[in-house]
Protein backbone atom coordinates (compact mmCIF):
# COMPACT_ATOMS: atom_id res chain seq x y z
CA UNK A 1 0.00 0.00 0.00
CA UNK A 2 1.75 3.78 -1.08
CA UNK A 3 2.33 5.57 1.95
CA UNK A 4 2.83 9.68 1.92
CA UNK A 5 4.34 10.97 4.61
CA UNK A 6 3.84 15.05 5.04
CA UNK A 7 6.29 17.01 7.22
CA UNK A 8 7.35 20.79 7.58
CA UNK A 9 3.79 22.27 8.97
CA UNK A 10 3.66 24.48 11.45
CA UNK A 11 2.98 28.33 12.67
CA UNK A 12 4.01 31.55 10.90
CA UNK A 13 3.11 34.89 10.72
CA UNK A 14 1.58 36.66 7.79
CA UNK A 15 3.85 37.29 5.49
CA UNK A 16 6.58 34.50 6.31
CA UNK A 17 7.08 31.22 4.51
CA UNK A 18 6.93 27.45 5.48
CA UNK A 19 8.31 24.48 3.20
CA UNK A 20 5.99 21.09 3.22
CA UNK A 21 7.48 17.79 1.98
CA UNK A 22 6.20 14.77 1.28
CA UNK A 23 7.93 11.65 1.44
CA UNK A 24 6.69 8.57 -0.67
CA UNK A 25 7.15 4.72 -0.28
CA UNK A 26 5.58 1.72 -1.92
CA UNK A 27 5.17 2.92 -5.37
CA UNK A 28 7.36 3.47 -8.50
CA UNK A 29 7.53 7.14 -7.94
CA UNK A 30 8.66 8.75 -10.70
CA UNK A 31 5.87 6.75 -12.86
CA UNK A 32 3.04 8.97 -10.27
CA UNK A 33 1.60 12.85 -10.81
CA UNK A 34 1.87 14.51 -7.13
CA UNK A 35 -0.54 16.61 -5.54
CA UNK A 36 -1.24 19.09 -2.74
CA UNK A 37 -4.49 19.69 -1.74
CA UNK A 38 -5.63 21.21 1.22
CA UNK A 39 -9.00 21.81 3.74
CA UNK A 40 -9.98 24.00 6.30
CA UNK A 41 -12.38 23.91 9.14
CA UNK A 42 -15.84 23.56 7.90
CA UNK A 43 -14.74 23.99 3.89
CA UNK A 44 -14.01 21.13 1.25
CA UNK A 45 -10.70 20.08 0.48
CA UNK A 46 -9.22 22.10 -2.44
CA UNK A 47 -7.05 21.53 -4.94
CA UNK A 48 -3.09 23.53 -4.50
CA UNK A 49 -0.93 22.47 -6.67
CA UNK A 50 0.32 19.39 -8.87
CA UNK A 51 3.63 18.48 -10.72
CA UNK A 52 3.75 16.08 -13.23
CA UNK A 53 6.14 12.75 -13.22
CA UNK A 54 9.57 14.70 -14.48
CA UNK A 55 8.62 17.22 -12.91
CA UNK A 56 7.98 19.12 -16.56
CA UNK A 57 4.75 20.23 -16.24
CA UNK A 58 3.45 22.37 -12.82
CA UNK A 59 -0.44 23.26 -11.77
CA UNK A 60 -1.48 25.87 -9.48
CA UNK A 61 -4.86 27.05 -7.65
CA UNK A 62 -5.30 30.71 -8.71
CA UNK A 63 -5.25 31.41 -5.04
CA UNK A 64 -1.51 30.84 -4.55
CA UNK A 65 -0.12 31.36 -7.70
CA UNK A 66 3.20 33.25 -7.63
CA UNK A 67 3.67 32.63 -3.98
CA UNK A 68 3.73 28.58 -4.00
CA UNK A 69 6.31 26.44 -5.77
CA UNK A 70 5.94 22.75 -6.50
CA UNK A 71 8.86 20.66 -7.16
CA UNK A 72 10.20 16.68 -6.44
CA UNK A 73 13.28 15.01 -6.25
CA UNK A 74 12.59 11.64 -7.49
CA UNK A 75 15.88 10.05 -6.72
CA UNK A 76 14.77 10.54 -3.38
CA UNK A 77 10.66 10.03 -4.03
CA UNK A 78 9.87 13.25 -1.84
CA UNK A 79 7.58 16.32 -3.34
CA UNK A 80 8.17 19.58 -1.95
CA UNK A 81 5.86 22.85 -1.61
CA UNK A 82 7.62 26.22 -1.22
CA UNK A 83 4.92 28.39 0.66
CA UNK A 84 5.90 32.26 1.04
CA UNK A 85 3.95 35.56 1.25
CA UNK A 86 1.45 33.36 3.31
CA UNK A 87 -1.64 34.98 4.49
CA UNK A 88 -4.61 34.08 7.19
CA UNK A 89 -6.99 32.50 4.44
CA UNK A 90 -3.59 29.73 3.84
CA UNK A 91 -4.66 28.51 6.96
CA UNK A 92 -5.73 24.57 6.62
CA UNK A 93 -4.59 20.80 7.20
CA UNK A 94 -2.22 20.50 3.94
CA UNK A 95 -2.26 17.31 2.45
CA UNK A 96 -0.08 14.75 -0.12
CA UNK A 97 -1.64 13.26 -2.80
CA UNK A 98 -0.66 11.04 -5.66
CA UNK A 99 -2.56 9.74 -8.65
CA UNK A 100 -1.13 7.09 -11.33
CA UNK A 101 -2.64 8.70 -14.11
CA UNK A 102 -1.58 12.45 -15.65
CA UNK A 103 -3.02 15.99 -14.19
CA UNK A 104 -6.52 16.71 -15.58
CA UNK A 105 -8.38 18.83 -12.44
CA UNK A 106 -10.11 15.77 -11.11
CA UNK A 107 -10.08 15.43 -7.27
CA UNK A 108 -10.95 12.14 -7.89
CA UNK A 109 -7.59 10.96 -9.83
CA UNK A 110 -5.31 10.92 -6.33
CA UNK A 111 -5.90 7.58 -4.95
CA UNK A 112 -3.66 7.84 -2.61
CA UNK A 113 -3.14 10.36 0.45
CA UNK A 114 -1.21 11.49 3.48
CA UNK A 115 -2.41 12.10 6.56
CA UNK A 116 -1.67 15.75 6.44
CA UNK A 117 0.05 18.66 8.29
CA UNK A 118 -1.38 21.46 9.50
CA UNK A 119 -0.37 25.02 8.82
CA UNK A 120 -1.44 28.02 10.73
CA UNK A 121 -1.18 31.43 9.48
CA UNK A 122 -1.59 34.35 12.01
CA UNK A 123 -2.38 38.17 11.31
Known amino acids: QVQLVESGGGLVQAGGSLRLSCVASRLTFSSYTMGWFRQAPGKEREFVAA????????YYADSVKGRFTISRDNAKNTVNLQMNSLKPEDTAVYYC????????????????WGQGTQVTVSS
Open 51 to 58: INWNGGRT
Open 97 to 112: AASPWPYSGSIDRFTS
